[in-house]
């Protein structure tokens, strides 16, 4: 068989993987192992993502990458280096080597000098896995530390699999995450000290982050959302951060209700400066954008999709938006298709109710 079909049956492996309708942990595992059909790999992550936020949610980590998270963390957040997922996320191309960012100086990267390397790790491609224009998940793949890199054919290969992988991430959102079910339950709260250690944990944070779906290949004390906001503050407070506003993700749990975490910063004396990190079960109306987008609206049809679950008339849509009623309802009958329910009364079955309760 030549390189060529071979390559071609793995590739069309990958995307037949990405539409079966897996979870997380079983799409990456065989993300991997279709990826290192296609090109030799020597460490890899992969991460799922908030598409509001673009901060981490979870993630699996190859060794060596595994120890060094922290590490990996606080320089995606730096705000300096090249390739940052985020960037990534929002540009034009979402899929870039480490070795083409830095024109083959892999040394003008503090990523590569300050953990790659004694890792013994060289070239890197990573890729923002983005569908439409919402962004799902990353991946990066890394080699042993050699002058030859990832070669441009290498990373088209991945640009053209990372839609699909990233359709694969936001179908698991509706057929293995939990939707709102009216589950109730005090807020917890999470203390950190500034080297990210936690100083306290009440037993309420302690109940909720035990549920959180989160791979053990990371090995750090709390899930990885938890550092991913508490990081995100402080990138907003030393200025690196390209938005202001309160850092915020939305987590899944194995078999419950989303929840919602966010960091703030509690004042005290200097030696005591404390980062919060509260986790509470999502409202409605924090989790219902995230299915609205896994759904594939658009932004217009998201809107008017939202004003029909306040429960809105078609007239009033078209006041709120400024757009004709036959334009309101064209919109709708997109939402209905994409949604796959018949009717304004089966959308907000679908949308509101828990899963198995037979709506819609």
Known sequence: ?????????????????????????????????????LMPVDAAFF???DPETLLFTG??????????????????????DVNRFAALAISDDHVASLDTATHSDRWSSGRYREIMRPLGLGDELRAALVVGSQCWGYLCLHREDDPLGFTDSEAALISS????????????????????NGATGEPGVVLLAEDLSVVAITPEAAHLLSLVEESRSIELPLPLAIYTVAM??????????SSK?????????????????????????????????VIKTAETTATIPLLLSAHGLSPREA??????????????????LHISPHTV????????????????????????QPPGSGAG
């Not at 071609?8 to 539409?19: G, Q, S």
């Not at 993630?59 to 300096?80: I, K, R, S, V």
């Not at 939202?306 to 078209?318: A, D, E």
């Not at 309802?329 to 509101?352: E, N, Y």
């Open 59 to 80: 993630a699996y980590a190859d060794e060596p990458l595994n120890a060094a998270t922290p590490l990996f963390m606080a320089n995606e957040f730096g705000g300096t």
């Open 47 to 49: 991460a799922t993502a």
């Open 303 to 320: 809107e008017v999709a939202r004003l029909v679950l306040r429960g809105n008339s078609t007239r009033l849509i078209s006041d709120t």
């Open 161 to 180: 699999v990372g839609p699909h992988l990233a359709h694969a991430l936001r179908q698991a959102v509706l057929l293995h995450g939990s939707r709102p």
């Open 232 to 241: 995100a503050l402080r990138a907003i407070e030393q200025g690196t951060a």
């Open 1 to 37: 068989m030549s390189r060529n079909t071979d390559t071609a049956r793995a590739v069309h492996d990958l995307i037949r993987h990405c539409h079966d309708g897996l979870d997380v942990p079983a799409l990456h595992a065989q993300l991997l192992r279709s990826v290192r059909r």
């Open 329 to 352: 309802q064209d919109h709708l009958k997109a939402v209905f298709d994409k949604v796959g329910v018949r009717s304004r009364r089966d959308l907000i079955g679908r949308l509101l």
């Open 245 to 277: 506003t309160l850092p915020t993700s939305r987590v899944r749990t194995v078999d419950g209700p989303w929840l919602t975490v966010y960091a703030s910063r509690l004042r005290g004396q200097p030696s005591e400066q404390r980062i919060s990190v």
